[in-house]
């Protein structure tokens, strides 16, 4: 039964056999009212689809199709749907369902709704599918979702662009402009690479003054041109000394905290700034202590994505300013994503991954 009974996606079966994909078919959540159904174009490869599909970040259902960076065409609308029409190019992010009824869901923070629905691996409820359907990714033909979680993509933006925004481009995003990120600011990237290339991009466009903290020497051309005004190396002993009390706001990036010297990078900050943590290692952080945060009454935090106001903020300056990602693509197969994602598990990656070519594997 082809569409729209059932989708085909590339499919992992056992978690830890992270590059075992199989072309299989599945059934999405029955369509509801406010429901959008996509066929899909492009699919960024997020370091979040390794994580799940390595066990990394613990158990996860199988079969299971990855993949929450989605671009496509919408095919179908609930009779509800206002926001889109058929034919439409749109896109879907890393939250796929929420209440919209809870006070984070009122207040734009639905990305925080305790009864939110991941875009894979996450279990619909029964008020949204009486089958309590679990919710599959982008590695596939189709997509389904509540319209509030689809955003109109701008013209302006190349689909196989586009698609990395929706979660490592709105994944710092949202903190950026959270603390307030503009002019006069002074802020700190650590790490360069997937959400970090995006943070840099974000926070320059902003009129922040942006500085790059990073172990790969290397990557400093890269940094300076997608906007940094100064680059560090966080290999070198002291570095952390001459920017003692430098940063309004230092964004973590990268998901290697557990092996960092917390005390210097929360050293760098300005009197109660924040270090805030987008980039998630599999390994706890131990031994912190209250004591750390004491010299600069600093602090660490964490966000989950953004919110729909922010997303389509982001997509219009992106759109205005040309502001496009630097992206690799690979066409869509079961050896194109087991590729895919061995890179971005090996940091081979420069910076993000869009699986292409999805009419030559599930049809035109």
Known sequence: ????????????NELGKYKD?????????KFGDNDVDIKIECCGVCGSDVHTITGGWGDAPTPIAVGHEVVGKVIKVGSKVTTLKVGDRAGVGAQIWSCLKCPQCKSDNENYCPHMVDTYGAPYPKEADPDETISQGGYSSHIRAHEYFVFPIPEAIPSHFAAPMLCAGLTVWSPLVRANTGPGKQVAIVGLGGLGHFAVIWASAL??????????????????????????????????KPL??????VLNTADMTHTFKIDDYLSILKVNCQFHQVGLPDEPIKELKAQQFMPNGSSIGASHIGSRPECLAMLKLAAEKKLFPMVETIPISE?????????????KVHYRFTLTDYDKQFGA
């Open 21 to 29: 994909f199989k072309k299989q078919t599945f059934k999405p959540k």
């Open 207 to 240: 009129g922040a003054e942006v500085t790059v903290i990073s172990h790969s020497p290397h990557k400093k051309d890269d940094a300076l041109k997608l906007g940094a005004k100064h680059f560090v190396s966080n290999g070198d002993e002291d570095w952390a």
């Open 335 to 347: 050896s194109g994503c087991a590729e895919a994602v061995e890179r971005v598990k090996n940091n």
């Open 244 to 249: 003692a009390f430098k940063f309004d706001f």
């Open 1 to 12: 039964m082809p569409y729209p009974d059932e989708f085909e996606g590339f499919m992992i």
